[in-house]
C-alpha cells in the first residue's frame, strides 16, 4: 500500500515563504515523475510544476522566478519551495508521484490529500 502525505501549508502574509512537502511511503521500487497542482475556490485545479525523473522541471508562468520544485528520491519526496507568495497564491495545493511499486510494473499516479495556503495580511 503506497501513501502520499503532504505538509508544510498554512497562513502566510503576502512576500512570504512557504515549504511543502509530499512523502511517499510504503511499497516502492522508484519515482518517476511528480508535480504539484493547486485548486482555489470557484476554480479549476491547475498544474503548478513538475520535475521529471531526471531532475527536469517546469512550471505555470504565474509562479515562474518564485517557485522552486526539487525531489529527494532517497526520502521518495517531492518538495515545493514558494516564495514571494501573492494572495493568489492562496489555495489547496495537490502533489502527486508517479511510481513503481515493482521494478517490472507500470508506473501509475499516486495522490497527496492537499494542504491549504493562505496568502493574507
Known amino acids: 500500500q503506497v501513501q502520499l502525505v503532504e505538509s508544510g501549508g498554512g497562513l502566510v502574509q503576502p512576500g512570504g515563504s512557504l515549504r511543502l512537502s509530499c512523502a511517499a511511503s510504503?511499497?516502492?521500487?522508484?519515482?518517476?515523475?511528480a508535480g504539484w497542482y493547486r485548486q482555489a475556490p470557484g476554480k479549476q485545479r491547475e498544474l503548478v510544476a513538475t520535475?521529471?525523473?531526471?531532475?527536469?522541471?517546469n512550471y505555470a508562468d504565474s509562479v515562474k522566478g518564485r517557485f522552486t520544485i526539487s525531489r529527494d528520491n532517497a526520502k521518495n519526496t517531492v518538495y515545493l519551495q514558494m516564495n514571494r507568495l501573492k494572495p493568489e497564491d492562496t489555495a489547496v495545493y495537490y502533489c502527486?508521484?508517479?511510481?513503481?511499486?515493482?521494478?517490472?510494473?507500470?508506473?501509475?499516479?499516486?495522490w497527496g490529500q492537499g494542504t491549504q495556503v493562505t496568502v493574507s495580511s
Open positions: 510504503g511499497s516502492i521500487s522508484s519515482i518517476n515523475a
Open positions: 520535475v521529471t525523473s531526471g531532475g527536469s522541471t
Open positions: 502527486y508521484i508517479g511510481l513503481k511499486v515493482v521494478p517490472w510494473g507500470r508506473v501509475s499516479d499516486y
